[in-house]
């Protein structure tokens, strides 16, 4: 069975354009996550959907980050314009559905490291 | 908001010692996750703990679930140099529906052999 996948594995862009990332999730799970870590840093919540929907993005910085997951499949998560703070690496992580609140192990992609020049 | 404490930030440890990671939350939590991530990888699942005072263990991993259900441990018996990595918890709040995990910063383990 193929792991999360994500695309680019490193980008380099300038302060003020735009990058787009993407996540393909284990076929089959529902539940789809980003996650951001800054070197040295916690790994910090970004957003979560359940199929296509997004059920909680409380972790999104500010409005210069779209996330989208149409047909509830693979997501991309756009940052336009790019800021110096955004750097990092950005991991997508994917489970199995579950209802209730309980939760299932995620299984993290390799994740995208993102620089910000 | 939520936070999560890890400590210690690093640990360096001749091969054969053991090694223990901390972790404390602000808030009740209702789940803790652990996972590893090796130099240039990606964090894996090590485990999932929910019942308050739970103790499981994996091999020469030994991990616990406060009674408060607000911290919990990572211990490695005898290290050897394949447990180089940074291990991180991820706590859920306890109540209602949200699937967020709040990680700590993580403890980086190297391993001197």
């Known amino acids: 069975e193929a792991g999360v996948t994500q695309f680019p594995s490193h980008s380099v862009i300038e302060k003020g354009q735009t990058v787009t990332l993407r996540c393909d999730p284990i076929?089959?799970?529902?539940?789809l996550y980003w996650y951001r870590r800054v070197m040295g840093k916690e790994i910090k919540f970004l957003l979560h959907?359940?199929?296509?929907?997004?059920?909680?993005e409380s972790g999104m910085p500010n409005n210069r980050f779209l996330a989208e997951r149409t047909g509830g499949t693979y997501s991309t998560l756009k940052v336009q314009p790019a800021e110096l703070e955004d750097s990092g690496v950005y991991f997508c992580?994917?489970?199995?559905?579950?209802?209730?609140?309980?939760?299932?192990?995620?299984?993290f992609g390799p994740g995208t490291r993102l620089t910000v020049l | 908001g939520q936070q999560v404490m890890q400590i210690p930030q690093y640990q360096h440890v001749q091969e054969g010692e053991d090694f223990t990671t901390y972790c404390n939350s602000s808030?009740?939590?209702?789940?803790i996750q652990w996972y590893k991530q090796r130099p240039g990888g990606h964090p894996v699942f090590l485990i999932q703990?929910?019942?308050?005072?739970e103790v499981k263990k994996q091999k020469r991993l030994t991990f616990q679930f406060g009674e408060a259900k607000k911290n919990s441990s990572l211990h490695i018996t005898a290290t050897q140099t394949t447990d180089v990595g940074t291990y991180f918890c991820?706590?859920?709040?306890?109540?209602?529906?949200?699937?967020?995990?709040?990680f700590g910063k993580g403890t980086l383990l190297t391993v001197n052999p």
């Open positions: 992580a994917s489970s199995q559905f579950t209802s209730g609140g309980a939760l299932r192990e995620q299984f």
């Open positions: 076929s089959g799970h529902d539940n």
């Open positions: 959907f359940v199929k296509e929907s997004k059920q909680d």
């Open positions: 808030t009740t939590l209702s789940n």
């Open positions: 703990l929910v019942k308050s005072g």
């Open positions: 991820a706590g859920k709040v306890s109540g209602g529906s949200n699937y967020k995990l709040t």
